[in-house]
């Protein structure tokens, strides 16, 4: 007998109340996610995966031989047995992840073929967006009604490259507006995963997919003023910080912290883009009256994030003491002001070159401070980075130009060491 029909039996002879039967099912479905339980998911998925694709390929070699009809009926096989399997897995399955997320799957995919090949075989037109779209769309339901988190996953690496291609990879861009729909679609079920499954690896996997999508998709609402998007860019990469800081972030360990981890390279990056000469010359070109910013989509785009961000900047303050904001953290606040230097100055160049330093600085402080090798040392990347751009952008000898990575070398080879020495006199 299952253990859930033993709760049940215990439950209708009054031995246990509901309350009870509740915490002890809960007890052995924890108990159930065992590493070869996840090990037997992710086979299952693979699994399912590859017998979909395997079929694909099997019906593809033979394909021009079989008539319309015999091709139609082929076409909706895989779509009907995907269905009949998810419906297994409701009525017989309903505890098993593994069968969940692998019949989910199965369908995922067959639905995508089944739309494929039924557009081949009727000469439908259409685009690779519209088919894209379309597969998203009918997949989306999966995600609720079979909880499938990998379906999820796909669905939002789906909804990315279909913004990517209408607008990015496009000779005429599109608009991306339906995006920032079909993502929104996809937070009840982040949502579940946040309250049911905080330390699941589906919940590390979304925490990753979900803000890297963001980040990608952002610049595709840019219309023509693409400077000011990097202000956009600066404030997200600062809400996310400011996410990072949670009390579910800041509590695991750095790895797990994709927001923050994300917030931290994006913004060393755009940075060192803009510790060229190049940007702001050509922010001068534009000659922008700050009239006429106000009427662009790209200030409104970072208006909303700048204030969110800011939002959530106070609510830290207000928790937090001053000395514990991260150097990060303040960034989407000053750029704005270089910003509007740089449409009548070229000094702002200088002043993002001090702030990388300074950036990094502090970064190997605070590495050395709590004794993280992963920080200390993404300090001294950060001014390595530096270093190597300003290797490309000036005129300085190369004697100098050695000189300068010698000492970069040197640092990264002293500080580990001191921070190894220091770490085994405090284990002793």
């Known amino acids: 007998m299952s253990v859930h029909k033993d709760i049940t039996e215990l439950l209708a002879s009054g031995i246990i109340n509901a309350e009870t039967a509740e915490r002890i099912d809960e007890f052995y479905q ?33 394909w021009d031989e079989f008539t319309r009809l015999t091709k139609t009926i082929i076409a909706f096989i895989p779509l009907i ?5 998810c419906g297994y897995s409701i009525l017989k399955k309903q505890r098993s992840v593994s069968w969940k997320e692998s019949s989910s799957t199965f369908l995922f995919f ?43 996953l796909m669905y939002i690496a789906g909804i990315s490259y279909y913004a990517c291609n209408i607008h990015y990879f496009s000779y005429l861009a599109g608009s991306t507006h339906y995006y920032w729909l079909l993502v929104l679609l ?7 995963l946040y309250k049911e499954e905080p330390n699941s690896n589906f919940m590390f996997f979304h925490n990753w997919f979900i803000p890297m999508s963001v980040v990608i998709v952002l610049g595709s609402l840019s219309n023509g003023k693409g400077e000011m998007m990097t202000m956009a860019y600066f404030s997200l990469f600062g809400l996310f ?21 994300i917030a931290a390279v994006g913004t060393i990056i755009l940075l060192l883009a803009l510790s060229f000469n190049s940007f702001w010359n ?46 990060f953290m303040p960034i989407f606040i000053i750029y704005p002001f270089l910003f509007v230097v740089g449409c009548y100055s070229s000094i702002p160049v200088v002043m993002v070159n001090l702030l990388i330093f ?7 402080r605070e590495g050395a401070r709590h004794k993280h090798f992963g ?39 002293m500080s580990n060491y001191w921070m190894i020495n220091k770490r085994r006199r405090n284990e002793k």
């Open 30 to 62: 924890k108990k159930a996610q065992t590493p070869n339980n996840r090990l037997f998911v992710i086979f299952g998925i693979l699994g399912a995966a590859l017998v979909g694709l395997g079929i694909i390929l099997i019906l593809a070699h033979n």
């Open 81 to 85: 047995a995907g269905q009949v399997f």
């Open 110 to 152: 067959a639905i995508g073929a089944s739309i494929s090949l039924i557009s081949q075989i009727y000469n439908i037109p259409g685009d690779l967006s519209s088919f894209v779209l379309s597969w998203m769309l009918l997949a989306l339901p999966l995600v609720y009604v079979m909880r499938s988190s990998f379906v999820s």
């Open 186 to 192: 996809i937070f009840p079920h982040y949502y579940r």
């Open 241 to 261: 910080y400011l996410v990072g800081e949670f009390n579910f972030f800041a509590g695991q360990i750095l790895i797990r912290n994709s927001f923050k981890i």
């Open 282 to 327: 050509e922010l001068l070109e534009e000659n922008y009256q700050l009239g006429e910013l106000f009427h662009t989509t790209e200030f409104w785009i970072s208006f909303v994030l700048t204030i969110l961000a800011f939002v959530l900047f106070i609510r830290f303050l207000r928790d937090k003491r001053i000395d514990q904001v991260k150097p």
């Open 358 to 364: 300074v950036i990094g600085l502090l970064t190997i």
């Open 375 to 413: 920080i200390l040392n993404f300090g001294l990347l950060i001014i390595s980075a530096l270093v190597v751009c300003r290797f490309f952008d000036t005129n300085i000898s190369f004697v100098l130009r050695g000189i300068l990575f010698v000492c970069v070398g040197l640092g990264f080879f």
